[in-house]
């Protein structure tokens, strides 16, 4: 499979997802309920959410989603977007001595500069397209674990750490399992 199909499958997943949600609570025929029942719709005031109480509800709604999809929540799609195709465009133009260096470069610049800048960008452009005046601060939370989870999604690339992948999978595995409960840990009520 190319990095490309492996992008534009990843993309389709993740609107899939969002369409999904939207339609369940679109097309439910008691329309208010809906969105009054906390528990299905999960959102932040929810009195178990804030004690960490975890409902039969959540453990359903959590089944079967992969490390994959857990990594990929605390990143936006676009870095993934741009990601997939510049190592894809480095591993057919660089010369073979230079690849891996490149790729390392590319792999650290995107990891550590541009996923913390689209989180902080589409941020405040969704806190100001909510119609608010000014966002709030940094979301350094919201960085950081883009940052982390990118970091952990864009080493498993195929090609990127060669010979790694075995190591990484491991590391992705933990890493996917213990970071939704980090940013519930360390999440404020209303986010």
Known sequence: ???NAMARDAVAERLRARTAIDSSIVTDADFQSALLDEKRVGLPHDPAAKAGVVTKADAKATEGISVVERLTRYFPVEVMALYLPGVATIQSRALPSDTAAWLVWFYLGFALLLTPLVVLVLYRANWRRAGNAAAPGVPVRKMLLGLVSFATWGACV??????????LGWIALVVG??????????SKDGE
């Open 158 to 167: 195929p090609g990127v750490f060669p010979g790694q992948q075995w190591f």
């Open 1 to 3: 499979m190319t990095l």
């Open 177 to 186: 399992t213990l970071l939704p409960e980090i940013d519930a840990a360390f």
